[in-house]
Each structure stands twice: as C-alpha cells, then as structure tokens.
C-alpha cells in the first residue's frame, strides 16, 4: 500500500495567489518525520520544509508552511504569494522512526504534484 | 562548501558497459544514499551508507554496488549496465542525529543505456 499520496498530478495557479498541494500519509510509527521538496526543471531536488510529528505547531518557512492534521494523517504544503518561479515538481516525503532506528533513513516518496503558476 | 556534487550530469552506456557515478559532500554527513527517480514510480532507494566502511542495500539494489571508502565519497557502480538502468540517479546525504535530518541532494545524473 502506498504510504504518501499526492492526489494533484498537476495544479495551476495564479501568480500572487496561494495555493495548497496536498499530501496524505500512512503510517503506525507515533514518530515520523515530513518532508517536502521542490524539483524545477532544471532537475535538482530542493528541500522546503519539515514537520516532526510531535511538532505541535506547523512549520513555516519563508513564504512555504505546513497545515500538519496528525488525526487526518495529512501534511499539506502552502505556498502564499505564488511566484513564477515557484513552477515545478513538488514531492511529499516521509520517514518513520522504525527505519530511523535502524539507520535506515529513507525517505518515502509520493509520486509528486506538478504546479504551473500563471502569470 | 559545494554541497552534494555527482559527476557526470549525463552518460549514455550501451548494454553491458560499466560504469561509475560519482558523489561527494563536504559537510561531513554519515549518512549517504542513492536513489534512482522513474516517471510514475517517485524515487527508490537503492544504497546506503551509514558511515566509511558501512552500507547496505536499499529497495532496488539489484545490479548496482557501492563502497564508501571515506566520509566524503560515496559511488555507485553499475556492474553491466542494462536498458531498465535509464533513470536520474541522485545521490544524497545528510546527518545521523534524528529523525529530522534533512536529506540533500545532488544535482543528477542523467543515464541512457542503449
């Protein structure tokens, strides 16, 4: 069964605008980690944001946060004021404390969302 | 402090050449991986490493070896390369202390084997 779900393989926004990229999760660890990345077409993999799950606030970054609902097992993204530079891949990963504690560290990746911001 | 880097960017191999993807950081992190990134399958995990002298296989470690010799360096072989090997590979690295640690990557290396 597939442990991250992205829902949106692709979403359009208006530059200026917000918008959230969804991002559910499955898993019975009580620790476990959230992650989001953005890939541009250029191809690199760019960290934006983290959530613990014993976090009790939700992560912001700069103009990225995260609305974390640990009872829905969902870790949106929210990118306020879109920018043209924000047009990209954007993948939701995970970790869980069982791998963690075997020095395992993967990351469990959803299959992405692409966002197109308009100008 | 360059980061992640990997070298090449791009190689096309013909079926059964070998060949080495490179990759080093400079930020002293124990732990490095490889992933390989498919359309439609996200990326999987193929080697790991959790410091010189350790590691030990991911999802799909089928036809790749690797060693990691030092803290920096962590490469990835492929023994006889084969047409399902076309993939970005990525290499990344990041510290051992929780589960918090971000993972960076490098910037890609593009395979095409023919």
């Known amino acids: 069964a597939q442990k991250i779900t992205q829902t949106q393989p692709g979403m359009f926004v208006q530059e200026k605008e917000a918008v959230t990229l969804d991002c559910t999760y499955d898993?019975?660890?009580?620790?476990?980690?959230l992650f989001w990345y953005k890939q541009p077409s250029s191809g690199e993999m760019i960290f934006l944001i983290y959530q613990g799950s014993y976090d009790e606030q939700n992560a912001t970054e700069g103009r990225y946060s995260l609305n974390f609902q640990k009872a829905r097992k969902s870790a949106n993204l929210v990118i306020s004021a879109s920018q043209l530079g924000d047009s990209a891949m954007y993948f939701c990963?995970?970790?869980?404390?069982?791998?963690?504690?075997?020095?395992?560290?993967?990351?469990?990746w959803g299959l992405g969302t692409s966002l197109a911001v308009n100008p | 402090n360059a980061g992640v880097t990997q070298t090449p960017k791009f190689q096309v191999l013909k079926t059964g050449q070998s060949m080495t993807l490179q990759c080093a950081q400079d930020?002293?992190?124990?732990?490095m991986s490889w992933y390989r990134q498919d359309p439609g399958m996200g990326l999987r995990l193929i080697h790991y490493s959790v410091g010189a002298g350790i590691t030990d296989q991911g999802e799909v470690p089928n036809g790749y070896n690797v060693s990691r010799s030092t803290t920096e360096d962590f490469p990835l072989r492929l023994l006889s390369a084969a047409p399902s090997q076309t993939s970005v590979y990525f290499c990344?690295?990041?510290?051992?202390?929780?589960?918090?640690?971000?993972?960076?990557f490098g910037p890609g290396t593009r395979l095409t084997v023919l």
């Open positions: 990344a690295s990041s510290y051992l202390e929780d589960i918090g640690d971000t993972q960076y």
């Open positions: 898993t019975s660890d009580q620790s476990y980690g």
């Open positions: 990963a995970m970790r869980e404390a069982s791998f963690n504690a075997g020095n395992n560290r993967k990351l469990i």
């Open positions: 930020m002293n992190h124990e732990y």
